[in-house]
Structures are given as C-alpha cells and as structure tokens.
C-alpha cells in the first residue's frame, strides 16, 4: 500500500475513533436528546467517506456537508460530527477548489447557526461569534497549508527542472566532445591510412609512422569512448580527470602535422595556457581540434596558422589555411555539428565565434572567448577520462 493510501487509511481511523465512540457515549448521557441508530450510522459514514477524499475532494466535502446537515435535522445530541466535514474542507482547499470550500463555510455558518439559520432555534449570540471564529480560524489555517503545499511543490518542480536541465547540459556537453574526438582522430586515422596503403607497396620500411600514428589516434579514441561510457553508467559516482585544454595544443599540432599538414602555433601577446581559466582553456582547445579536423577534412590544405592572443581580457583564437576557402565541402563543414558545437562553447561563456575566408585563401575560423571567469556559465558539465 503507497504511503498516501496510509495515510488516509490513518485518518480515517482517527476520525472513527473520535466521532463513534463519542456518540456511543452520548447515547448513554442525559441530554435532553436520543441518540438513534441512525444518528451512530451517520457518525460513521462521515469518517469512512474520507477514504476517497483524495480522488473526489468536491463530492466528499458536499456529501459530509449533507450527512452533518442530515444529522442535525434528526435532532440527535450534539457531538463531534465536524471532524470528517472540516476534514474534507481541508482536502478540497489542498485541491485547489478553493471557491466551493469557502461557499460551503459560508453555507454552513448560515445553515447551522448564523442568526435565523435554516434549523432554527437560533442560539445566543456569545455562541456565534465563538463558532464563527472557530471557522475563520479554520479557513485560515486551510488557506495556510495550501500555499505552504503549493510553495513546497513548486521548489520540488524547480530542483527537478535543474536536474533535468543539467542532465540535458551533461548529454549535450558529452556529445560535444565525443564529436569533437571522434572527428579529430577518425580523420587522421582516414589521412595515414592512405598514406600507409600508398607507401606499403614501394616503400613499405616508410609506412611505420604512418601506422604509428593510427595505433596512437585510435588508443585515444578508445580513452576518451570509455571515459564517456563510464561516466553515462556511473554518473557523479565516475572517476574524472582533467580534460584537455590549451597545455595540450602542442599534441593538436603535431598530430596535425602526421597527416601532412604544415601548422604553425602562434601564442601571442601575455598569454601563459597554465593561468588561463578551465573552462576558458577548455573550449580553446576543443575550438582549435575541430578546426584542424575540418581542415584535414575538407581544406585540401597544405598549411594552417593557428593563432592564440591574450589582450583587454579576452582570449582570441583564430584559425586560417590556405585550402580551398568556401568551397561547398567547407560550408557544409561549417553549418554541421562540429562548428555548432564551436559556438556553443563560446556562447557558453558570453564569447562568439565566426568563419570566413582567410588572408591566405582559404578558410578561417575566429572566437573571442571573455577570460573573466564571471562570464562562464553556472553549472559546466564535468569532462570524462578512462
């Protein structure tokens, strides 16, 4: 049974425990008035009717209005018949029917005992002002507990709407690295695999660093799937390591370089890649190995200036080749997954990144990256390893 059908089968007995044996009681007491069978069926129907309360809150409170009403017309010895009605009023304030509760208060107080009530025999004044305080008071304290339920269930709604969203941010930041690695070394496996096959049947001695450098990019590729995977079964519980940031654009450059490609590191103006902030060195990083990637790729170039400057707080990365520039390879390269990727990392930290062609022809790709780390984003999913 679910801790709500418990807790309803809990009040349920309490109402019975307190409306029945009081009436058996009051059957057995000089109070002018007899307390029929009736009068004790009535007494039970109320607390056993709260058992759906939950499922119908508007049909249980008018029907515990009918059956206290049904009870006071059978002339029976007062008694606690209003713990199942305020009960009931209760749930269907918690329900949000707020309109319906308060019209039967109010119908309640004028059928019951406002003055010239429906039952007659008005009772003295003192009385009335006694019982009408006692359900302003009721109201009140049910108006109270639905916006503490309201404001507890909207905090439960927003921490599950920030699960959801960094749930959603750590997929997304996840398959943006995946792509970014994928990318990076499945084209220079591509690159020295034809140059391997090329050389394997003349210059066969010549094709070990060819097939160096695939065992290598594929031991990376293969690290960085199973650091992912880890982190996808485990969660928070994964182990994780620093990603690669920009102390590790040396290797992006001489990986590039095993695929043939000229690449010129260019670090410019105070820029020290140790004190540059995480997430900051981190998106550099993943913008400069897209951009070779799609250079290898699509450029047809044979040599590429990738530039990094540090002035006025920013971090400038710019990468030009002297490819095939605009060609229809390359903006599709440059509408794909990789460069939305590129942009979301900058946009994450208040930066842009934009394309175009470079001095030497072919294509270039520039971000300004802001290296207050004010600017990076709240919550910055965490990067994964082996």
């Known amino acids: 049974m679910s801790r709500c059908r418990l807790a309803d089968l809990a009040l349920v007995g309490f109402a019975l425990l307190v409306q029945v044996p009081s009436a058996i009681a009051l059957r057995n007491h000089d109070v002018g008035r007899h307390l029929e069978w009736y009068g004790i069926a009535l007494m039970s129907a109320g607390p056993l009717l709260l058992w759906w309360r939950r499922r119908f809150p508007v ?18 010895p007062h008694g606690p018949i209003w713990v199942a009605l305020s009960i009931a009023f209760f749930t269907c ?38 019982i009408a305080a006692w359900m302003l008071l009721l109201g009140g304290a049910a108006e109270a507990a639905r916006v503490g339920r309201e404001n507890h269930l909207e905090r439960v709604q927003a921490r599950a709407e920030l699960a959801r969203r960094k749930a959603t941010e750590e997929r997304l930041a996840i398959a943006r690295d995946l792509h970014d690695v994928l990318a990076h070394h499945v084209a220079l496996i591509s690159v020295q695999s034809g140059v391997a096959l090329h050389l394997l049947d003349d210059h066969p001695e010549q094709a070990r660093p060819a097939l160096a450098a695939i065992r290598q990019a594929s031991n990376e590729v293969l690290r960085e799937m199973r650091g992912a995977l880890d982190l996808l079964r485990a969660g928070d519980a994964a182990t994780r390591h620093p990603a690669p940031d920009l102390r590790r654009v040396d290797e992006l450059a001489a990986n590039a370089r095993l695929s043939g490609l000229g690449v010129d590191l260019r670090v410019e103006g105070e820029l020290q890649p140790a004190d ?24 047809e170039a044979r040599h590429v200036v990738v530039g990094l400057r540090q002035a006025d707080g920013e971090l400038t990365v710019t990468v030009d080749d002297d490819g095939r520039g605009a060609t229809a390879d390359a903006l599709a390269a440059a509408t794909g997954s990789g ?47 082996a």
């Open 339 to 385: 460069l939305r990727g590129m942009r979301e990392r900058a946009t994450a930290l208040a930066g842009e990144l934009s394309t175009g062609r470079s001095p030497a022809g072919g294509f270039r790709v520039h971000a300004r990256l802001p290296m207050s780390p004010l600017t990076a984003p709240a919550f910055q999913p965490a990067e994964t390893s």
């Open 59 to 76: 049909s249980v409170l008018l029907v515990e209005f009918a059956i206290t009403l049904a009870y006071d017309l059978t002339d029976q």
């Open 276 to 299: 540059v902030p995480e997430v900051v060195s981190v998106a550099a990083y993943r913008i400069v190995q897209e951009s070779l990637t799609n250079v290898v790729r699509h450029a």
């Open 93 to 130: 304030m918690l329900a949000r029917r707020r309109v319906i509760a308060w019209s039967v208060l109010v119908l309640g107080f004028a059928v019951f005992v406002g003055p010239g009530h429906a039952l007659g025999g008005s009772p003295p004044p003192a009385e009335i002002a006694g």
